[in-house]
Structure formats: C-alpha cells, structure tokens
C-alpha cells in the first residue's frame, strides 16, 4: 500500500504542476509575446470610408490629433456621384508610422472622371487600435 500511496502522490504534483504550468502559458499568451497588429488594413478601411463619405466609420478610424478635421475628410467627396477606390493595395513601411497605398480614388465630376492617387499615409497607435492621422510628411 505504500507504494501505490507513494505513486498517488507523486502522480498528483505532477498534475499540479502541469496545471501551474498551463496557467503559466496562458498568462504569457494573454499578457505578453503580442505584436502589434498591421495597421495597413486601418488606412484602407479610411480610405474607404471617406470615398464613401463615412462620418461614422471616419470618426473611429482618425487620429485623436486630426478629430478637428472629421467635417473636411467627411466632406471631401459630398455631391460627387461614383466615388470608389480604385487598385487599392496598402502596406506598412517596416516598422514605421508610415503605410504606403498604391491605386487611386476614383470620382465622376459631371462626365469626367477625375482619379486622385493614393500615396503615403501616417498612421498612429491610439487606445490598442491603428489610426489614420494625415499624409505622411516629406522628411
């Protein structure tokens, strides 16, 4: 009996250390070893949002620097009929605060359409989520 007693025990601290160990990962997997998500798919979904004249979707993607601006990106392509994004293709610089978009907004003004190129974009973590804030700056 002695030995099946000594083997019960052993067999428990085993459990309890697989069970600490189990809660060690999970803290470590909850709390750290996060990488900050890519913040391309922010921009686009800016983008987006202000050829579709978006105020809502704008308000959550802008920088809190940049809040006083929401009525001009909202306004930007009011009264403009076929605005879309056109090849609309975005990726961080390394990184940087910079996400480069290759493609072009695309807008029907009367009969002629008028392309505005996309083109470098700064972009700055607020509150654990990617916002836009403005053109990248010339350095």
């Known amino acids: 009996m002695k030995?099946?007693?000594?083997k019960e025990k052993r067999e428990v601290g085993m459990l309890k250390?697989?069970?600490?160990l189990l809660i060690l990962l999970v803290l470590t997997a909850a709390c750290g070893g996060r990488e900050t998500a890519d913040p391309a798919p922010a921009v686009e979904a800016f983008l987006e949002a202000k050829a579709a004249s978006d105020g809502d979707t704008l308000r959550r993607l802008l920088c809190a620097e940049l809040e006083s601006t929401l009525e001009r990106e909202q306004t930007t392509f009011a009264g403009?009929?076929?605005v879309q994004t056109e090849g609309m293709t975005c990726q961080q610089v390394g990184d940087s605060d910079t996400v480069t978009c290759e493609g072009a907004i695309v807008a029907l003004y009367g009969t002629e359409e008028t392309r505005f190129p996309?083109?470098?974009?700064?972009?700055?973590?607020?509150?654990?989520?990617?916002?836009?804030?403005?053109r990248q700056r010339k350095r």
């Open 80 to 82: 403009v009929s076929g």
């Open 17 to 20: 250390q697989l069970f600490v």
């Open 3 to 6: 030995r099946d007693e000594r």
């Open 118 to 134: 996309l083109g470098n974009y700064r972009v700055v973590e607020e509150d654990g989520e990617w916002k836009w804030c403005g």
